[in-house]
């Protein structure tokens, strides 16, 4: 879709169309220069003109709005990651998310594709922590026998 605006801005730019219009206004503009010129045969002449103008850039307009929209939706996916990337879970609105406790596992907190990444992408003023439970079942599998007991 992109190149296709690109190529109608071009096409309206460098085209005959705006070359032929030029031509037809200064030979309108020079036939105001003459004493008793066709006011009238003026006026039609130039809202012919403008006509034309007017039907080539609203499709053209048309076309930008299609792209911005279709840009914005794709803006709206990519800055949208719980709709593309967390599954609601019992209807969370992830992003009033601000605190996260996770067991420290690679799938929670990596920071490329971690749960806390991905909810920190759509709260940013998120803080996670390790679970202090998980904490200490960590400590306790390193623990000597004697404290253990």
């Excluded at 990651?81 to 406790?101: D, T």
């Amino acid at each position: 879709m992109k190149e296709q605006v690109l190529e109608d801005h071009r096409a309206v730019f460098q085209a005959q169309e705006s070359i032929r219009w030029l031509k037809d206004e200064k030979v309108l503009l020079e036939m105001t220069e003459e004493v008793d010129y066709d006011v009238e045969s003026y006026a039609t002449q130039l809202e012919q003109i403008l006509d034309q103008k007017i039907d080539i850039l609203t499709e053209r307009r048309d076309k930008v709005k299609s792209f911005r929209s279709a840009l914005q939706e794709e803006d709206y996916k990519l800055t949208q990651p719980e709709r593309r990337c967390l599954r609601p879970l019992h209807e969370i609105e992830w992003a009033k998310c601000v605190g996260l406790s996770t067991d420290g596992a690679r799938a929670m907190v990596g920071r490329l594709t971690g749960v806390v990444k991905r909810v920190k992408d759509v709260a940013p003023l998120l803080t996670a922590v390790h679970c202090s439970i998980h904490r200490e079942a960590l400590a306790t599998k390193t623990m000597p026998a004697n404290l253990t007991s």
